[in-house]
T-cell receptor, first 112, second 113 residues
Framework: NAGVTQTPKFRVLKTGQSMTLLCAQD?????MYWYRQDPGMGLRLIHY???????AKGEVPDGYNVSRLKKQNFLLGLESAAPSQTSVYFC???????????FGNGTRLTVT | QKEVEQDPGPLSVPEGAIVSLNCTYS??????FMWYRQYSRKGPELLMY????GNKEDGRFTAQVDKSSKYISLFIRDSQPSDSATYLC?????????????FGSGTQLTVLP
């Protein structure tokens, strides 16, 4: 039972490049989330999904897009990376809105 | 002003010490309070969850909530080197809704053997 798996673990991008971060969960959870974690800022919600085919904006959605085509996968896309998007990105899932969050181990992204 | 304030530390204590970690918040509408533990290079994991004022105990850990003062604490008794991690407080307006979950910035704790 892997839980929440994020790929890749590390990535370096140049300004303007695009990339997709993949999150996969094997717990059959309905809810999935993307957070970013920056020093002194705490975890901030980027986008989330309450079920397959649904997505919604969180606190800091600008510059990111997401898709939830399959229940077990939640993709985070950066269309044109900016240095301000240098961060550690965490995916999480939960059985419902009231359930505890299960986090992956993060993707460390540097944009130069 | 941030909605949730947490002293970033770092905090260093000897093994066996009692550790007190604290968060203050400004939004009196927060109803549910959580503590997450995050080991280096790992994702956060839920440690404690409470929704009422008062104390909740789980083994060596006690979560304390004072809604009148907008202040929450996590106490760790008989601290161990394995407790070395960053501790994040989190709170929400409704029961566990991640859509409304606000995190503190975390306190880095080191327990020295």
């Amino acid at each position: 039972n892997a839980g929440v798996t994020q790929t890749p673990k590390f990535r370096v991008l140049k300004t303007g490049q695009s990339m997709t971060l993949l999150c996969a969960q094997d717990m059959n959870h309905e809810y999935m989330y993307w957070y970013r974690q920056d020093p002194g800022m705490g975890l901030r919600l980027i986008h989330y999904s309450v079920g397959e085919g649904t997505t919604a904006k969180g606190e800091v959605p600008d510059g990111y897009n997401v898709s939830r085509l399959k229940k077990q996968n939640f993709l985070l896309g950066l269309e044109s990376a900016a240095p301000s998007q240098t961060s550690v990105y965490f995916c999480a899932s939960s059985r419902s809105g009231d359930s505890p969050l299960h986090f992956g181990n993060g993707t460390r992204l540097t944009v130069t | 002003q941030k909605e949730v304030e947490q002293d970033p530390g770092p905090l260093s204590v000897p093994e066996g010490a009692i550790v007190s970690l604290n968060c203050t918040y400004s939004n009196s509408a927060f109803q549910y309070f959580m503590w997450y533990r995050q080991y280096s290079r790992k994702g956060p994991e839920l440690l404690m969850y409470t929704y009422s004022s008062g104390n909740k105990e789980d083994g060596r850990f006690t979560a304390q909530v004072d809604k009148s003062s907008k202040y929450i604490s996590l106490f760790i008794r008989d601290s161990q080197p394995s407790d070395s991690a960053t501790y994040l407080c989190a709170m929400s307006l409704v029961s566990g809704s991640a859509r409304q979950l606000t995190f503190g910035s975390g306190t880095q704790l080191t327990v020295l053997p």
